[in-house]
């Protein structure tokens, strides 16, 4: 199975709403990051949390992380029509020189207007 | 801004020809990953490169060949494609370790073959 797994596949919310996603993870990481994908795009780097840190915030965007029980949780306030997405966790398991990171299979997000 | 970008947004091919998939970056970023992205599957690793001329074997580099001649320029190559390569195939590169481990994605490239 995949290193990061993200729970739920899909999630529909109201606009206003907060929503939540959560990723488990195998092994010991580095850092572990969050990323946007809207329909048919590339992805997007929201906000990267290091093994060391426990809660990080960007805007509207609230990230813990739990090393103990290895997983991560991504929560988008009062949520927009505009964050319709997938969002994919990714963990940084390199040593050295090369950030190879390891990505989840996705949360999509859909928020109704 | 750092920009990625990717030689075709669409592409279809035929079974059994050689495909060409360019990724060229402006920010004289060290670390280049090709990906593939199928639905259910997340995004798989198929090839990265560290610099010029090195390449490093991904998790599913079969039937995939890779080129860094330039810095800015990676390109993924399908030496005889076959229809379970039909994929959206992705490029990212990155600055060489230290904190900025952030990925910048290119728009990504959807490849139908037939």
């Known amino acids: 199975s995949q290193q990061g797994e993200e729970d739920p596949q899909a999630l529909s919310i109201q606009e206003g709403e907060n929503a939540t996603m959560n990723c488990s993870y195998k092994?010991?990481?580095?850092?572990l990051q969050w990323y946007r994908q809207n329909s048919g795009r590339g992805l997007v780097h929201l906000i990267l949390?290091?093994?060391?840190?426990r809660e990080k915030h960007s805007g509207r965007l609230r990230v813990t992380l739990d090393t103990s029980k290895k997983s991560s949780s991504l929560l988008i306030t009062a949520s927009r029509a505009a964050d319709t997405a997938s969002y994919f966790c990714?963990?940084?398991?390199?040593?050295?020189?090369?950030?190879?990171?390891?990505f989840g299979t996705g949360t999509l997000l859909a928020v109704q207007p | 801004d750092v920009k990625v970008t990717q030689s075709s947004r669409y592409l279809v091919k035929r079974t059994g020809e050689k495909v060409f998939l360019e990724c060229v970056q402006d920010?004289?970023?060290?670390?280049m990953f090709w990906y593939r992205q199928d639905p259910g599957l997340g995004l798989r690793l198929i090839y990265f490169?560290?610099?010029?001329?090195?390449?490093e074997k991904g998790d599913i580099p079969e039937g995939y060949s890779v080129s860094r001649e330039k810095k800015e320029r990676f390109s993924l190559i399908l030496e005889s494609a076959s229809t379970n390569q039909t994929s959206m195939y992705l490029c990212?590169?990155?600055?060489?370790?230290?904190?900025?481990?952030?990925?910048?994605f290119g728009p990504g490239t959807r490849l139908l073959v037939l």
């Open positions: 990212a590169s990155t600055p060489l370790g230290g904190a900025q481990e952030t990925q910048y």
């Open positions: 092994t010991s990481i580095n850092n």
């Open positions: 949390i290091r093994s060391n840190e």
């Open positions: 990714a963990t940084d398991v390199g040593g050295g020189a090369t950030n190879k990171l390891i």
């Open positions: 920010m004289d970023h060290e670390n």
């Open positions: 490169s560290y610099d010029v001329k090195m390449k």
